[in-house]
Nanobody
Framework: QVQLVESGGGLVQAGGSLRLSCAAS????????MAWFRQAPGKEREFVAG????????AYRDSVKGRFTISRDNAKNTVDLQLNSLNPEDTAVYYC???????????????????WGQGTQVTVSS
């Protein structure tokens, strides 16, 4: 049973930075694309960033381009999300997720992921 565990959330002032990390169990991590989603109170879960199984391809939602960076280390079974220039609109619970099948491209749809972490809270104060 694959498990994902996020860490690194917290409270930060606008303009600050955080680094989120997601640790995965299992030996097949390097075969799956991964993504970060977020969900703010009263809103739907939304795609933030995704990375291919090799790490060679990434995708971002428009509002975080140039501020957030997704990366992965297949030797350590981790996928990270560096959050810079944070603003209050970035406040949400952030989740990492594993693509539903191996060796397929990132999708922005939550339905395309079948393993989720428990989430980590990011709060940005103005």
């Amino acid at each position: 049973q694959v498990q994902l565990v996020e860490s690194g959330g917290g409270l930060v002032q606008a303009g600050g930075s955080l680094r989120l990390s997601c640790a995965a169990s299992g030996r097949t991590f390097g075969s799956f694309a991964m993504a970060w989603f977020r969900q703010a109170p009263g809103k739907e879960r939304e795609f933030v960033a995704g990375i291919s199984w090799s790490g060679g391809s990434t995708a971002y939602r428009d509002s975080v381009k140039g501020r957030f960076t997704i990366s992965r280390d297949n030797a350590k079974n981790t996928v990270d999300l560096q959050l810079n220039s944070l603003n209050p609109e970035d406040t949400a619970v952030y989740y990492c997720a594993r693509r539903i099948s191996a060796k397929i491209l990132v999708t922005r749809a939550p339905e395309g992921y079948d393993v989720w972490g428990q989430g980590t809270q990011v709060t940005v104060s103005s």
